[in-house]
């Protein structure tokens, strides 16, 4: 039977700052609990950083796997995302034939209820479309764009069900969008804004109506203009909203990561947007069931568009503490308590607090990862 580990000699992440602590794991329940006086295993971490487990809310994919198309492929990207540090993940659905939509969430529905997932949680699906601007779609396909909102029809008309949706990204601006973010709150769903070209007083409205942030900031919207700050200015600028970075280097330079940073740290959380590429070595996948390649290392649509993320989200925690001049701490924060707060999960994930689930990433002073347990089972060794 599993029973007690003890994780000495780290530096634990609590209150937002590292302290040297052991940490306390009833591997059984698979919870952090106090000190212990009986212990059966131990594993020493000298010299490594102690974080909650990497939490992704926008990834397309994984090994081989598009969530787009694939809801079985959820227990094989289960398995694997622990290797990149992620205890917890949003699988997400981009823009498809609307036909589609329906019969593909009922699966998701089943597997999310029926399966046994003994690596990295999936916590439901984000919907990344169909409701967009055409103008910032992206690597979405144009044909499959919705530009207004059919109200007669309602939500269950496009998705039959919607009990496995917790996050959905649109655009404000298409026809009646606002009434769109006020059927998604409702429902409990999650809503960001993306691949728009809103004015900010509409982002404001939508911000009123349930809107909490902005999806992939700088990428798929306006630059920032001096009449119209838009997106851009209310995230950093306002402060208004959440919002999400794909920090890969090709999504955005250091100069973008560390404006975002200085403007607004407390808003910023970090997303990997990667695709079926991560974790393979192949150059060919699907996105949305259409190619994407791997070309000069960048996931992109055989046209050249950029396609997804490049990194998976321990590299993204990486790159953002040596561009922004963060924390080793706020690095890992954007990773973990931020998205688990997000989607209301905090303190139950996100944090290394006594009762909160046993996911566990650890790092060396690099940001190198170098361990990962999930509800306190290792599933990346620790090095001796």
């Not at 971490?45 to 939490?55: E, H, K, N, Q, T």
């Not at 992620?86 to 009922?106: E, G």
């Not at 479309?129 to 207004?148: L, Y």
């Not at 997303?271 to 590429?277: E, G, I, P, T, Y």
Request: charged content about 25%.
């Amino acid at each position: 039977m599993p029973g007690i580990l003890r994780i000495k000699n780290g530096y634990l992440l609590k209150d937002k700052k590292f302290r040297k602590e052991d940490l306390y794991v009833d591997q059984g329940r698979g919870v952090i609990i106090p000190k212990a006086v009986r212990v059966e295993e131990e594993i020493d971490a000298r010299g490594l950083f102690l974080s909650p487990g990497l939490i992704d809310l926008q990834l397309n994919g994984v090994r081989g796997v598009d969530f787009s198309v694939d809801p079985a492929g959820l227990l094989k990207a289960s398995d694997y995302l622990p290797l990149e540090g992620v205890t917890a993940f949003m699988p997400t659905v981009i823009t498809l034939p609307i036909a589609k939509y329906p019969s593909l969430l009922s699966d998701y529905d089943e597997v999310l209820k029926n399966r046994r997932f003994l690596g990295a949680e999936p916590l439901g699906i984000h919907l990344e479309g169909p409701f967009f601007n055409p103008g910032k779609r992206g690597a979405h396909a144009e044909e499959n764009v919705i530009t207004s909102f059919d109200r007669e029809r309602g939500l269950e008309g496009y998705f039959g069900s919607l009990s496995s949706i917790k996050m959905a990204t649109l655009a404000p601006e298409v026809g009646h969008g606002i009434e769109l973010v006020e059927l998604f709150t409702k429902a409990n769903v999650r809503v960001f804004l993306g691949h728009t070209e809103s004015a900010a007083h509409l982002a404001l409205e939508a911000r009123k109506r349930g809107a909490v942030g902005i999806t992939h900031l700088f990428n798929a919207m306006p630059s920032f203009h001096h009449r119209e700050g838009g997106l851009i200015g209310l995230c950093l600028l306002k402060r208004h909203f959440y919002y999400s970075l794909i920090a890969d280097g090709k999504h955005l330079s250091e100069e973008a990561l560390s404006l975002a940073w200085s403007l607004n740290p407390e808003g910023l959380f970090l997303v990997s947007d990667a695709c079926a590429l991560l974790g393979t070595d192949s150059d060919e996948a699907t996105l949305g069931g259409e190619p994407v390649l791997r070309k000069g290392g960048v996931p992109a649509r055989p046209d050249g568009r950029l396609a997804s993320g490049a990194l998976g989200l321990s590299g993204a925690v990486q790159r953002l503490w040596g561009a922004s001049g963060c924390s080793r701490e706020e690095a890992l924060l954007a990773a973990t308590e931020k998205p688990a707060r997000i989607i209301g999960e905090f303190p139950r994930r996100g944090s290394l607090e006594e009762g909160a689930i046993a996911d566990i990433a650890l790092f060396d002073d690099n940001l190198v990862l170098k361990g990962c347990f999930v509800k306190g089972a290792m599933k990346l060794a620790v090095p001796s």
